[in-house]
């Protein structure tokens, strides 16, 4: 399985980016789905996951209410609509698999080749 992202790029504060993670090959086997971030000089973190069936998702408290993840199994493409952006959400994104629903990066064992985010004030 692969996992390819796109949608990144530069935008001021306040605007919106939407996200895609494609993936490919055998997919029957991928349960959950998150998105991660990585800025400079930082650890990796967790944004936000989903379900197989998209019924479950969870977020980190900081995009609560500004990030929506979302996923269309019939194209096997996951997306994050990001809106409200802050500087503070400048970093390189990525998008994992796992065999379970879960936002701990350790269970991811696919990941993408990452998509940048930069969020001018």
């Known amino acids: 399985v692969q996992l390819v992202e796109s949608g990144g790029g530069l935008v001021q504060a306040g605007g919106s980016l939407r996200l895609s993670c494609a993936a490919s090959?055998?997919?029957?086997?991928?349960?959950?789905m998150g998105w991660f971030r990585q800025a400079p000089g930082k650890e990796r973190e967790f944004v936000a996951a989903?379900?197989?069936?998209?019924?479950?998702?969870y977020y980190r408290d900081s995009v609560k209410g500004r990030f929506t993840i979302s996923r269309d199994n019939a194209k096997s493409t996951m997306y994050l609509q990001m809106n409200s952006l802050k500087p503070e959400d400048t970093a390189v994104y990525f998008c994992?698999?796992?065999?379970?629903?879960?936002?701990?990066?350790?269970?991811?064992?696919?990941w993408g080749q990452g998509t940048q985010v930069t969020v001018s004030s």
């Open positions: 994992a698999a796992a065999p379970v629903f879960t936002i701990r990066d350790r269970y991811y064992d696919i």
């Open positions: 090959g055998r997919t029957f086997n991928i349960y959950g």
């Open positions: 989903i379900s197989w069936s998209g019924g479950a998702t």
